[in-house]
Nanobody, 123 residues
């Protein structure tokens, strides 16, 4: 009923930049918080950045000043601009969204996840 599709991952040298994008589609009434999480090998998934429907943001301390999250409410997209990348940023990055849906008059609210996109930063 709802899909999140990510794009933009890849391999980059330390100090470089990447931009991740995530598009939500389906029977969407409203998208509340959207965010990016990451999971490195052997570690738990962690929040990278989150943005509310009104545009308020919060970031993990490890990425403050280097990453910027933004969203386009008309297109149901959320982006993550990552600058000054470090090897420790290497992980699978997941898009997340809290979405209100309406299927034949039945409303529901759930968290949805993308399939993940690999970001690898070489030293």
């Amino acid at each position: 009923q709802v899909q999140l599709v990510e794009s933009g991952g890849g391999l980059v040298e330390a100090g470089g930049s990447l931009r991740l994008s995530c598009a939500a589609s389906g029977i969407i009434v409203r998208i509340n918080d959207m965010g990016w999480y990451r999971q490195a090998p052997g570690k738990q998934r962690e929040l990278v950045a989150k943005i509310t429907g009104g545009g308020s943001t919060n970031y993990a301390d490890a990425v403050k000043g280097r990453f910027t999250i933004s969203r386009d409410n008309a297109k149901n997209t959320v982006d993550l601009q990552m600058n000054k990348l470090k090897p420790e940023d290497t992980a699978v990055y997941y898009c997340n969204a809290a979405i209100l849906t309406d299927f034949k008059g039945i409303k529901g609210s759930s968290d949805y996840w993308g399939q993940g996109t690999q970001v690898t930063v070489s030293s």
